[in-house]
């Protein structure tokens, strides 16, 4: 199986940016699809970007679609998630996923492997 270590998370303030890592061990990571999702405290966790094995595709959230870049270097075992244009309601932990069954995917239970996430707060 693979492991996942998200980074890069911490406060910013509204309009700002920052770039989330996720980097992986265990297995060959370009057999693997990511997501990145969020989770708000009280709020389901919810789909945020996602890339397939290849890095060629990418998929996001509509709400995120124009601020957010998914990259994937499968040389380096790592998946970024770049936001800008950041705003509070984004304030959340962010965490990376991944999946050998699928091409992709929006639904979090297609994930059978998460990092542990990291935490990022935006200021109004």
């Known amino acids: 199986q693979v492991q996942l270590v998200e980074s890069g998370g911490g406060l910013v303030q509204a309009g700002g940016s920052l770039r989330l890592s996720c980097a992986a061990s265990g297995r060959t990571f370009s057999n693997y699809a990511i997501g990145w999702f969020r989770q708000a405290p009280g709020r389901e966790r919810e789909f945020v970007a996602a890339i397939t094995r290849s890095g060629v595709n990418t998929y996001y959230a509509d709400s995120v679609k124009g601020r957010f870049t998914i990259s994937k270097e499968n040389a380096k075992n790592t998946v970024f998630l770049q936001m800008n244009s950041m705003k509070p309601e984004e304030t959340a932990v962010y965490y990376c996923?991944?999946?050998?069954?699928?091409?992709?995917?929006?639904?979090?239970?297609?994930?059978?492997?998460w990092g542990q996430g990291t935490q990022v707060t935006v200021s109004s």
């Open positions: 996923a991944a999946s050998r069954s699928i091409p992709t995917s929006q639904r979090p239970d297609d994930y059978p492997y």
